[in-house]
């Protein structure tokens, strides 16, 4: 069974850090064959895109809000990706999300209905 998880969202204060994990497990192809993204959703406000990496050619793609923030990592031995957030600001209070696609390349990694396997979410607060 195709599985993603994310863990490690909460409550931090403006200008603080949070590091987010997301599992993969039971992926149908190949790891390499996978992009693994963010995407976060506010109340009220469509899903969007914070982020991504491509496993095999570790490219990676940013949101325009979270560019020079925000950081995506990989570990191959524990199918893992991590998402740093630096400098938090109350507008990153979201769910984040980590998504698996595959066969992504250029925009379309940008894009949530490509990816066809989905976490449960985790909440991240920005506030003092």
């Known amino acids: 069974q195709v599985q993603v998880v994310e863990s490690g969202g909460g409550l931090v204060q403006p200008g603080g850090s949070l590091r987010l994990s997301c599992a993969a497990s039971?992926?149908?192809?190949?790891?390499?064959?996978?992009?693994m993204g963010w995407f976060r959703q506010a109340p009220g406000k469509e899903r969007e895109f914070v982020i991504s990496i491509t496993w095999s050619s570790g490219s990676r793609y940013s949101g325009d809000s979270v560019k020079g923030r925000f950081t995506i990592s990989r570990d191959s031995a524990r199918n893992t990706v991590y998402l740093q957030m630096n400098s938090l600001k109350p507008e990153d209070t979201a769910v984040y999300y980590c998504a698996a696609g595959r066969f992504l390349s250029g925009d379309r990694v940008r894009r949530y209905d490509e990816y066809d396997t989905w976490g449960q979410g985790t909440q991240v607060t920005v506030s003092s």
């Open positions: 039971g992926l149908t192809l190949s790891f390499s064959a996978y992009t």
